[in-house]
T-cell receptor, first 113, second 115 residues
Framework: DAKTTQPNSMESNEEEPVHLPCNHSTISGTDYIHWYRQLPSQGPEYVIHGLTSNVNNRMASLAIAEDRKSSTLILHRATLRDAAVYYCILRVYSGGGADGLTFGKGTHLIIQP | GAVVSQHPSRVICKSGTSVKIECRSLDFQATTMFWYRQFPKQSLMLMATSNEGSKATYEQGVEKDKFLINHASLTLSTLTVTSAHPEDSSFYIC???????????FGAGTRLSVL
């Protein structure tokens, strides 16, 4: 998997939007951008993924730069339950079998009440 | 969404004993499941890929004779830590892949403490 770079930690206030950046300058044309998060003492949880266009779901939005070398996960209104480590991971869809994920260090998001 | 159940959530055992961890896909069939390990303050590391009906594929540096994986059905994979030692104490997490987009759904994890 291509390498991603994320800030080690970010802090935000409750009920405010949060923008989590991810740099992936070596992304290839077949790489999808996936985001997962891990709440304390739990297994990771899928958040969102995209290829080129911006994506929205009930959890978050994903904004992808035009050159695809960076992306931003947007939590529109953070709550205390959004405090977690957020991982940006590039995945190649080769049409073959599923592969395990390569987790980087992620961004530790701290939400202040 | 898809649900993956992992059991037990926590286990404490004596050094030298074996521990079995179960991972079940509750509402879908998973031909492939994955096992990860996470040490404190570190990220998840893929240990092995569990394939239904065939041998597991282990990542470099993971001892296959120590971490036995069985994937006998499309909804169950087990990880057995044999002759556990204190250095095996860790958070073990399984996942299963669903759909063409390779989205993975994770269990809640098993915290293993070896005394």
């Amino acid at each position: 998997d291509a390498k991603t770079t994320q800030p080690n930690s970010m802090e935000s206030n409750e009920e405010e939007p949060v923008h989590l950046p991810c740099n992936h300058s070596t992304i290839s044309g077949t790489d999808y951008i996936h985001w997962y998060r891990q709440l304390p003492s739990q297994g990771p949880e899928y958040v969102i993924h995209g290829l080129t266009s911006n994506v929205n779901n009930r959890m978050a939005s994903l904004a992808i730069a035009e050159d695809r070398k960076s992306s931003t996960l947007i939590l529109h209104r953070a709550t205390l339950r959004d405090a977690a480590v957020y991982y940006c991971i590039l995945r190649v869809y080769s049409g073959g079998g599923a592969d395990g994920l390569t987790f980087g260090k992620g961004t530790h998001l701290i939400i202040q009440p | 969404g898809a649900v993956v159940s992992q059991h037990p959530s926590r286990v404490i055992c004596k050094s030298g004993t074996s521990v079995k961890i179960e991972c079940r896909s509750l509402d879908f069939q998973a031909t492939t499941m994955f096992w990860y390990r996470q040490f404190p303050k570190q990220s998840l590391m893929l240990m092995a890929t569990s394939n239904e009906g065939s041998k597991a594929t282990y990542e470099q540096g993971v001892e296959k004779d120590k971490f036995l994986i069985n994937h006998a059905s499309l909804t169950l994979s087990t990880l057995t830590v044999t002759s556990a030692h204190p250095e095996d104490s860790s958070f073990y997490i399984c996942s299963a892949s669903l759909g063409s987009k390779n989205i993975q759904y994770f269990g809640a994890g098993t915290r293993l403490s070896v005394l």
